[in-house]
């Protein structure tokens, strides 16, 4: 393929602990960056979302990874990285980045990082939807109720 026809590879990450449709929103923004898009899913490690959010996830990770897949809008869904994201970052050689409008983890220092491995990337912040409805810890409260 030359360069030209080549596709954009934008990378996103999340936990992914079922799929609502705020996911299904970020998929489709991520994927929607390019008119030539070959979007690369990263889904977080057991052990990570835990490090990060404080509580264990409802499905594993391999369940998680299963239901991205299924969704059919990732090109490629991989497992992160377990104890440093960069690798798994510069393996897939994103053209883009695309962060979630809540993501935090990871963040800072990111473009820097990469660029010292040898991968320019462009990062971007995708809009929220309506995140007062379609997040993860809110759905999980409202099925209790």
Known sequence: ????????RIMVFGTFDGLH??????????KKLSSESFLVVSVARDQNVIKIKGVPVSLNEKKRKILVQKCKLADKVILS??????????????????????????????????KNKGLSVKIVRLKSYREKIYKNHLLKTKRRI
Request: aromatic fraction near 6%; hydrophobic fraction near 35%; charge should be positive.
């Open 81 to 114: 990285g377990i104890k440093n994201h960069i690798p798994h970052i510069v393996k897939e050689k994103p053209d883009i980045i695309a962060l979630g409008y809540d993501q935090k983890a990871y963040v800072k220092n990111l473009k820097k990082d990469l």
């Open 21 to 30: 449709r705020g996911h299904i929103n970020f998929l489709k923004q991520a």
């Open 1 to 8: 393929m030359s360069e030209k026809n080549r596709q954009t």
